[in-house]
Structures are given as structure tokens and as C-alpha cells.
């Protein structure tokens, strides 16, 4: 069974940086977008940014300008650099897969941005 692995997760301290990384653990045919979505205590999850086969992003207003999703096709991997982290980032991260198949989702890392 795939299975999608993240990393990169942690605590960090508002204005820093951290970097998640998510990777098919087996091949994965017909992939067309993956990305990112979060889900802090008490709320529903939400987009975080999501990148096509072809290299079209889009994010959440919340994050624009500070976080930067990158992927790498071969390696069937998605990326997320966060820079200058704010409490209202903490959340769980987790990575996605959409794709003919259907979807395929990570575990989940927490990320929690202190004051």
C-alpha cells in the first residue's frame, strides 16, 4: 500500500523558519496535484498551497509571500519552506496526492510556531 511520508515538523519560534517534506513511499501513477493542508485544534482542515504536474501553484491568502511549495516529479515528493512562522500556524500539517487514483494522504506533522 502507498503510503506518504512527511518530515520536518516541530517547534519553532514566531518569525522562524521550518521546512516540511512529504514523499510517496512506492510509485504513484497519474498524479496531478499535491500539496498541503493544515488543521489546527477545533478546526476544520484547510489548504495551505497545492502544486499541478505542471508547476501551477496556488495559496491560501494566509500564507502568501511567506510560505513556498515546491515538488519534484521524479521522486514523487512535495516540499513546503515556511518562513517567518506565526502562532496561527501551528497546526498539523499534512501532505496530499490527488490524482486518477483517487487521493492519498500523509500521517500528519505538527508544526507549533511559539510567541
Known amino acids: 500500500q502507498v503510503q506518504l511520508v512527511e518530515s520536518g515538523g516541530g517547534l519553532v519560534q514566531a518569525g522562524g523558519s521550518l521546512r516540511l517534506s512529504c514523499a510517496a513511499s512506492?510509485?504513484?501513477?497519474?498524479?496531478?496535484?499535491m500539496g498541503w493542508y493544515r488543521q489546527a485544534p477545533g478546526n476544520q482542515r484547510e489548504l495551505v498551497a497545492t502544486?499541478?504536474?505542471?508547476?501551477?501553484?496556488n495559496y491560501a491568502d494566509s500564507v502568501k509571500g511567506r510560505f513556498t511549495i515546491s515538488r519534484d516529479n521524479a521522486k514523487i515528493a512535495v516540499y513546503l519552506q515556511m518562513n517567518s512562522l506565526k502562532p496561527e500556524d501551528t497546526a498539523v500539517y499534512y501532505c496530499?496526492?490527488?490524482?486518477?487514483?483517487?487521493?492519498?494522504w500523509g500521517q500528519g506533522t505538527q508544526v507549533t510556531v511559539s510567541s
Open positions: 512506492a510509485t504513484i501513477f497519474g498524479i496531478l496535484t
Open positions: 496530499n496526492a490527488h490524482g486518477m487514483g483517487g487521493d492519498y
Open positions: 502544486i499541478t504536474s505542471g508547476g501551477r501553484i
